[in-house]
């Protein structure tokens, strides 16, 4: 079982930047998982936002965020920096690991069994 605990969500203005953090632990986590941000806005679908493959560090971007977001981990953490944040960008964010069975990176939730509480993210116009 996997634990994966988001934290770094709150207010912003249009423009400005934030950092969430995920904490993954427990018995199983390695370094075979591929770990991925989705968020969710209200009335919509919970979509794809960023993933990062544990061992190597190879990373896929939704296009609506490449280039303003970038994903990292580091030491049990993932991160999600957002930068030239847009209203668009106000959702709930939620952390998400894989079964550690696939060498691929996966942009739809169905591989990801794992997932946090999330956090709110709002951006201000």
């Known amino acids: 079982q996997v634990q994966l605990v988001e934290s770094g969500g709150g207010l912003v203005q249009a423009g400005g930047s934030l950092r969430l953090s995920c904490a993954a632990s427990?018995?199983?986590?390695?370094?075979?998982?591929?770990m991925a941000w989705f968020r969710q806005a209200p009335g919509k679908e919970r979509e794809f936002v960023a993933a990062i493959k544990w061992s190597g560090g190879s990373t896929r971007y939704s296009d609506s965020v490449k280039g303003r977001f970038t994903i990292s981990r580091d030491n049990g953490t993932v991160y999600l920096v957002m930068s030239s944040l847009k209203p668009e960008d106000t959702a709930v964010y939620y952390c998400a690991a894989d079964t550690g069975m696939f060498q691929g990176i996966f942009t739809t939730r169905g591989p990801y069994i794992y997932w946090g509480q999330g956090t709110q993210v709002t951006v201000s116009s």
């Open positions: 427990g018995r199983t986590f390695s370094s075979r998982y591929t």
